[in-house]
């Protein structure tokens, strides 16, 4: 049994190996189930003691289960994070524990962990500027190349000069598909010429925008290129629903369409005609064929919104609308739906 918070353990007299054993089977506790937050709070604090006792081998061990952990303790998983970087490595590119100023503390530790924090699944604008200031090129490709990673105007501001001259950057932004309008804009603006056969691929609106391509290059072109794209990551198993928020969040209809169809079973054409037919429901069922997750779903909906081609609902109601039509259907007969819509106009 645990002692109460108010009587803590004293690290300092428990021998490592002792201190290691316990912060194991604390760990193996952890990580079996969500735990009741006061549970999980008197468990962080002997954890914690136990882990900066143990010897690096434990706290490496513990690492690696806690890394993956949705709900593990949120001090243990700081004292990992702020460790050596043998023991760190998995907390800082896995961990979805750490928080936002946590991830900006963690920037100024060295490269090898900005490294590891570019691996991070998602990346906040801030901590992809943060990164970008260091300009170091191997955290800079892998940051480039991470479909996660929210690029700004700032971060293209920060790299610009060495992006024109680095082959490896470009090709690290091409993988990703698609840019961010406002970091396509400011990279043309700071490299000019040098980077415009990187944006007429990836981010032709931005050179559209800025007057700097051809007046035909338009919607027909666009979305040949979307189709293109889209057909390139599914032949390479590379494309999934979080690259299908991710281009819709941007605007990038063109690309969007074409992943929804590749990977729903739909014609783009059916795809768009069924979205304009039952936007609401017909957009919450591609999410849900295309195995989104149900947060994700929402904000697929709500950027389908942002363009005008569903009609915003009360965020309750919306919410409700997910959640219902995702306890309705299963993965496969949303996609059933979605396929009675396009052949017959009935979705039921």
Same mark, same amino acid.
């Given at each position: 049994m645990l002692r109460s918070t108010s009587d803590p353990v004293t690290t300092s007299t428990i021998p490592p190996d002792k201190a290691g054993r316990k912060a194991l089977a604390l760990t193996d506790l952890c990580t079996l189930r969500p735990l009741p937050e006061p549970v999980l709070d008197e468990i962080d604090v002997h954890l914690t003691g136990f882990l900066q006792a143990a010897e690096a081998r434990v706290r490496i061990q513990a690492a690696l289960k806690l890394s993956q952990c949705e709900w593990a303790p949120l001090e243990a998983v700081r004292v990992l994070a702020f460790d050596a970087y043998e023991v760190s490595a998995l907390i800082l590119s896995h961990s979805p524990c750490l928080k936002e100023q946590d991830l900006l503390a963690l920037t100024a530790l060295g490269a090898d962990q900005r490294l590891a924090l570019?691996?991070?699944?998602?990346?906040?604008?801030?901590?992809?500027?943060?990164?970008?200031?260091?300009?170091?090129? $191997?955290? =800079?490709?892998? *940051?480039? /190349?991470? +479909?996660?990673? #929210? !690029?700004?105007?700032?971060? &293209?501001?920060?790299?610009? @000069?060495?992006?024109?001259?680095?082959?490896?950057?470009?090709?690290?932004?091409?993988?990703?598909?698609?840019?961010?309008?406002?970091?396509?804009?400011?990279?043309?603006?700071?490299?000019?010429?040098?980077?415009?056969?990187?944006?007429?691929?990836?981010?032709?609106?931005?050179?559209?925008?800025?007057?700097?391509?051809?007046?035909?290059?338009?919607? $027909?072109? =666009?979305?040949? *290129?979307? /189709?293109? +794209?889209?057909? #390139? !990551?599914?032949?390479?198993? &590379?494309?999934?629903?979080? @690259?299908?928020?991710?281009?819709?969040?941007?605007?990038?209809?063109?690309?969007?369409?074409?992943?929804?169809?590749?990977?729903?079973g739909l014609a783009p054409a059916d795809w768009r005609q069924a979205l304009r037919r039952s936007p609401v429901r017909v957009s919450i069922l591609a999410a849900r064929a295309m195995a989104m997750n149900i947060d994700h779903a929402h904000l697929f909906f709500e950027a389908l919104c942002d363009q005008g081609r569903a009609h915003h609902l009360p965020a309750d109601a919306a919410k409700k609308a997910v959640g219902e039509l995702y306890q309705q259907y299963s993965r496969d007969t949303a996609r059933q739906a979605l396929h009675r819509m396009s052949a017959d106009g009935s979705i039921h």
């Open positions: 570019a691996k991070r699944r998602c990346i906040s604008k801030s901590l992809a500027e943060r990164l970008s200031g260091y300009r170091e090129r $191997d955290c =800079l490709a892998q *940051l480039f /190349a991470n +479909l996660g990673a #929210q !690029l700004s105007a700032v971060c &293209a501001e920060q790299t610009a @000069d060495i992006i024109k001259a680095d082959a490896l950057l470009q090709n690290a932004l091409s993988q990703r598909g698609s840019l961010e309008l406002e970091f396509a804009q400011a990279l043309y603006d700071a490299a000019g010429d040098a980077v415009s056969a990187l944006l007429k691929e990836v981010c032709p609106e931005a050179l559209v925008h800025l007057g700097a391509t051809d007046a035909d290059h338009d919607e $027909d072109s =666009l979305d040949d *290129l979307g /189709a293109s +794209l889209s057909n #390139q !990551l599914h032949e390479s198993e &590379a494309l999934n629903a979080e @690259d299908v928020l991710r281009a819709t969040q941007n605007g990038r209809a063109d690309i969007s369409d074409h992943a929804v169809a590749r990977l729903t």
